[in-house]
């Protein structure tokens, strides 16, 4: 089973001396368990959380800084050179808007380089946003759009209507990692597969895989992701999803679907 890193305790104290301000690109059309939506809990302005430190910009004897910042809206970035080497040191991450920095790993298929991967309730489920945050003409922050629906038909979406990025497993065996998104506009035992261009070396159709959870009508929620790991013992990995209705339920017992056509079961729905 992956695992992305986890967040430090430590914050970070040291002011910038140079920045760089961005955006995410224009969408290019999505293993820490994060176990439920951010339900509220903004809380009060903070320094920016230090997260660890790993390589985004390609140069393995110089990683940088990693931090949130629930101040920076979610879709904003600061790339931050305090030694004036034009090379960022520090690179802060907005998840103002109850998103949340879920970790990084190697996505583009270009190692040693690393890329950091969001969960964003602003964004569509089923979309994927991308910036380039030093320059190099390559993604390193993935907005993985995780917004969910008006489950209870009061005109808003709450914080708990919306899904979330659970984490990352190689579903379809290929040695690179797919994004795992638990999707609160999809009837469950309903999902989408889809690639955005962020492996460019090989055009990767397989990069964000978005799980329904919700019931027939589309009302609420009925399951919850419990894991991500090789379910069947084939050597890829797969999403153990949990069923929490009783055994009268449509669709009770075991369900098992091939997302990615190769014959092997990718998602394992388990009933109580």
């Known amino acids: 089973m992956s695992r992305e890193p986890q967040a430090a305790a430590s914050r970070a104290s040291r002011a910038p001396l140079s920045a760089r301000i961005g955006t995410g690109a224009a969408a290019l059309a999505s293993v820490l368990l994060w176990a439920a939506a ?13 997260l660890g430190e790993a390589d985004v910009d390609n140069d393995p004897e110089d990683r940088e800084a990693i931090l949130s910042d629930e101040e920076l809206p979610v879709g904003r970035y600061r790339a931050e050179d305090e030694d004036g080497d034009g090379d960022p040191d520090r690179i802060v991450i907005g998840v103002g808007g109850g998103a949340r920095l879920v970790g990084w790993r190697d996505f583009d298929g270009l190692p040693p380089e690393v890329e950091i991967f969001v969960s964003d309730p602003t964004r569509p489920a089923g979309s994927l946003d991308q910036s380039d945050v030093d320059g190099d003409d390559d993604p390193d922050v993935l907005w993985v759009g995780a917004q969910g629906k008006d489950l209870d038909g009061d005109g808003e979406i709450e914080p708990e209507e919306n899904g979330f990025v659970v984490g990352s497993g190689d579903l379809d065996g290929d040695g690179d990692p797919e994004i795992v998104v638990l999707d609160r506009t999809r009837r469950l035992g309903d999902y989408r597969l889809d690639g955005f261009g962020v492996n460019r070396a090989k055009a990767d159709p397989h990069e964000v895989l978005w799980v329904g959870v919700l019931d ?28 929490l209705r009783t055994s009268g339920s449509p669709g009770f017992g075991l369900q098992v679907i091939d997302v990615d056509g190769d014959g092997d079961g990718d998602i394992w729905i388990r009933s109580e």
């Open 38 to 50: 951010v339900a509220g809990g903004l809380g009060s302005s903070s320094a920016p959380e230090s």
């Open 216 to 243: 027939e009508r589309e009302r609420g929620s009925v399951a919850t992701i419990e894991a991500i790991f090789d379910e069947d013992g084939d050597g890829d990995d797969d999403v153990r999803v949990k069923d």
